[in-house]
Every structure is written in C-alpha cells, then in structure tokens.
C-alpha cells in the first residue's frame, strides 16, 4: 500500500519559482527510483525528472538548468525545485515510484504559471 503525496503546487507568475515534495509511505524509499512527471490538458503524461537510489539524475531537454530533482531519505519524500518558470510549465504534476515496468502515482498537484 504505497501512498505518494504531494504538496506544493500554486499559481505563480512567469520567471517564479516553486518547490514542489512528495512525501511517501509503505516502501522501502531509500532502494526506490523516484520520478516527477507532468500533463496537461489534451497531452500524454512525460517525464520532467528522476533520481535513483544511488543519486543520478536525469531531465527532460525543456526544464534542464531550471528544475533540479533531489531526495531526504530520512524523510521519506522527493523534492522538485522549479525555477524561471514558464507559461508551458503549466500542468499536473505528478511524483512516481518506479515498480519493473509500472508506476505507483501520487494524485497530482496543479502548477500554474501565468503570463
């Protein structure tokens, strides 16, 4: 029964920043590779980041050098800081426990940049 939850979505302007957490519980989250994910309305679900166990990270090619993935293991919970955030960063973003080829999600959280 793994739960994801995540916080700290809101309305920001354009340039802002946010700092989205995904706190989890019912696994072992410090052997988990964990993901941010985002969709918006009319699109399929993409990758934005990931952080493995071990610490690597990777990114989609539009947020690389505004979003940063990172974890607290003794927290249990997954970070996303967004900065110099963009009209088209606007969607649902949503944290991710990788499981073989699936994916446990969280409900999501509505990040909304304005113009």
């Known amino acids: 029964q793994v739960q994801l939850v995540e916080s700290g979505g809101g309305l920001v302007q354009s340039g802002g920043s946010l700092r989205l957490s995904c706190a989890a519980s019912?696994?072992?989250?410090?052997?988990?590779?964990m993901g941010w994910y985002r969709q918006a309305p009319g699109n399929q679900r993409d990758l934005v980041a990931r952080?493995?166990?071990?610490?690597?990270?990777n990114y989609a090619d539009s947020v690389k050098g505004r979003f940063t993935i990172s974890r607290d293991n003794g927290k249990n919970t997954v970070y996303l800081h967004m900065n110099s955030l963009k009209s088209e960063d606007t969607a649902v973003y949503y944290c991710?426990?990788?499981?073989?080829?699936?994916?446990?999600w969280g409900q999501g959280t509505q990040v909304t940049v304005s113009s």
């Open positions: 952080i493995t166990p071990g610490g690597s990270t």
């Open positions: 019912g696994t072992i989250f410090r052997l988990r590779t």
């Open positions: 991710a426990e990788e499981i073989g080829r699936g994916k446990t």
